[in-house]
């Protein structure tokens, strides 16, 4: 059973009021306080623990809220909660087991609407035009697809099939990863965003699982690799470079890879292994040394903070009780740690 953790209902308004407090004296213009800080999905225990949302305030002097969500909302978030994106005054999480994406007001995470039309939804990503999408794996795992959020409905964007993970736009157009789902998968593919139509696919390593781009128009997907039961053993993952709609380098990995990330100045690209966080090196815009373990340890979700370039990682302890989230610096000094809900695993800044 998931442990949650109240804060009590004075305490709650007094936190938002000094948020709100806070931000009218540094900006006039604001009308009402917004939440700044970190954000820690956590998804509950597998397959009916409830999931959490940890909020990690930027401002100095304010405690966290381990449980966001039901501490707003007076209701526990639902089984298994993959992703949170803010679009202004708006966020959205997609809660995959529970087959809903909750729609929430970002100034105070009270929940304006719930979709139920998308089953097993997995990540977002918004478009050039404003457009939020979401990727959803389908009722079986095999016909899933890209949806778009509409104010008060959800419609099918891209019929991809099977199951379509981690997404990134460039321009008008639209990155896909085709992960494993329930089965085995090893493409990334390309949809022109004017008429979702594909455009290019590729062959990968088994598994993509994440994606990311650099400012020179370079992609970078992590393939995670497979088990496989007949030999019972594991395949390794492996690392793609993209450029110019040509794959122009690889290199295989260990088993397990996943939540590739980038540090801010672009020289580094970092991963979760089974020893820790792996660094690698990019700055020659090819895949470089990589660095393995950067920083040791068991861990379930990775975040690089966009400005500060500080590595955040989730620790999910033994996947039934209450997790962390530690902090270390971009050298891999440590910093802080913070407690979460059950098997913490997506990291999400706002600042």
Not at 9 to 22: D, G, M, P, R, T
Not at 122 to 143: P, Q
Not at 187 to 195: P, T, V
Request: charge should be negative; include cysteine; hydrophobic fraction near 35%.
């Amino acid at each position: 059973m998931s442990i949650f953790s109240f804060f009590s209902k004075n305490y709650l308004i007094y936190a938002f009021v000094f948020l709100s407090l806070s931000s009218c004296k540094k900006d006039d213009e604001q009308k009402s306080q917004d939440l700044k800080g970190t954000f820690v999905v956590s998804q509950g225990q597998f397959p009916a623990g409830a999931s959490s949302v940890t909020f990690i305030p930027k401002e100095a002097g304010i405690s966290e809220v381990r449980d966001l969500f039901s501490s707003v909302n007076g209701t526990p978030l639902g089984s298994v909660a993959q992703d949170l994106l803010f679009d202004g005054n708006t966020a959205y999480i997609s809660v995959a087991n529970f087959r809903e994406i909750v729609r929430l007001n970002s100034t105070d995470f009270k929940v304006e609407r719930r979709f139920q039309e998308v089953q097993q939804p997995r990540y977002f990503t918004k478009t050039s035009d404003g457009r939020i999408l979401v990727s959803a794996w389908g009722e079986d795992g095999f016909s899933g697809g890209i949806f778009l959020l509409n104010p008060n409905s959800v419609t099918t964007l891209i019929q991809t099939g099977r199951a379509p993970e981690q997404m990134l736009v460039s321009g008008r157009t639209l990155y896909v990863t085709m992960s494993n789902g329930f089965a085995r998968d090893s493409f990334l593919r390309a949809y022109d965003l004017e008429n979702n139509q594909i455009i290019q696919e590729w062959v990968v390593g088994i598994g993509p699982n994440s994606i990311r781009q650099t400012s020179d128009g370079s992609i970078w997907v992590l393939c995670g690799g497979a088990y496989d039961f007949t030999t019972q053993s594991f395949l390794n993952g492996s690392l793609w470079h993209v450029k110019n709609n040509v794959i122009v380098d690889r290199r295989d990995l260990g088993p397990n890879p996943s939540n590739l990330e980038i540090s801010a100045d672009e020289r580094f690209l970092y991963f979760l292994g089974n020893s820790g966080v792996s660094r690698l090196d990019i700055s020659q815009k090819t895949i470089g040394a990589i660095q393995d373990p950067y920083i040791s340890g068991s861990f379930y979700g990775l975040g690089i903070h966009p400005v500060s370039g500080d590595i955040w990682v989730t620790d999910p302890k033994d996947f039934a009780s209450q997790g962390e989230v530690l902090r270390y610096s971009a050298s891999g000094t440590f910093i802080a740690k913070h407690s979460t809900g059950n098997v913490p695993a997506r990291i999400v800044f706002r600042d």
